[in-house]
């Protein structure tokens, strides 16, 4: 019998994850790309970090400076009782660092992308730059934002180095579905494992052809 266990975390952190996101890179997507600051290009590139950065290194420095023997960690969890180690929400406050790209990219994208034109009328005809960014910039990136916010939670589904090591395999706490593959094929449990695997893989493969056929109907009606 399939225990779900893992895939409810798996999903659970995925959304928690892309809800974070959203609301912390968007104000900074929309911000880079109305600026011309020399800066930019660093901020890009921290943003993008983790694409090319392995996820045992950043799982690695997560737990040496937030685990409870360290200044920091020890700080937070004395005085906020915040454990970011061997914990679902040291999983979201890891995978919110691993998928920022993920969802960075996709919306910056889109906002440069947009006609300055229509940024610059709404600004003239008295809207806010709240107003103009809900209203109207994100309407018009409809794709991006898609493709921002589905990747996002496909991406975080499906990480398991910065989560094992950072979270462990504690029983519907931190034991996502990847994890949970991992120890089959160590026990060589194979069907268990061909069974996870397949339904990770189907999921994925459905996510991303939503994405792609959304996007391609878009832009057909352009």
Request: hydrophobic content about 50%; glycine content about 6%; proline content about 5%.
């Amino acid at each position: 019998m399939i225990n779900f266990t893992p895939f409810y975390v798996s999903f659970k952190l995925a959304f928690v994850t892309t809800f974070v996101l959203f609301f912390l890179v968007l104000p900074l997507a929309w911000k880079l790309s109305q600026s011309k600051s020399r800066l930019k290009p660093l901020i890009e590139s921290i943003c993008a970090l983790p694409l090319v950065l392995p996820p045992t290194v950043m799982g690695f420095y997560i737990l040496f400076t937030f685990s409870k023997n360290s200044t920091i960690g020890g700080f937070l969890y004395d005085t906020l009782g915040l454990e970011l180690v061997f914990s679902f929400t040291g999983l979201v406050f890891a995978s919110c660092i691993y998928s920022l790209p993920f969802m960075f990219q996709p919306l910056l994208s889109g906002f440069e992308s947009l006609n300055k034109n229509i940024i610059e009328a709404s600004y003239l005809s008295g809207k806010s730059k709240f107003i103009t960014l809900f209203k109207i910039a994100l309407p018009n990136i409809k794709p991006s934002l898609l493709t921002a916010l589905v990747v996002t939670f496909a991406h975080t589904v499906g990480e398991f180095g910065i989560v094992l090591m950072v979270g462990g395999s504690i029983e519907g706490e931190t034991k996502v579905a990847s994890v949970a593959i991992y120890e089959f094929a160590e026990l060589l449990d194979f069907k268990s494992a061909h069974i996870y695997s397949f339904i990770m893989l189907a999921l994925s493969f459905i996510v991303l052809f939503s994405v792609y056929l959304f996007n391609q109907k878009s832009k057909a009606k352009r």
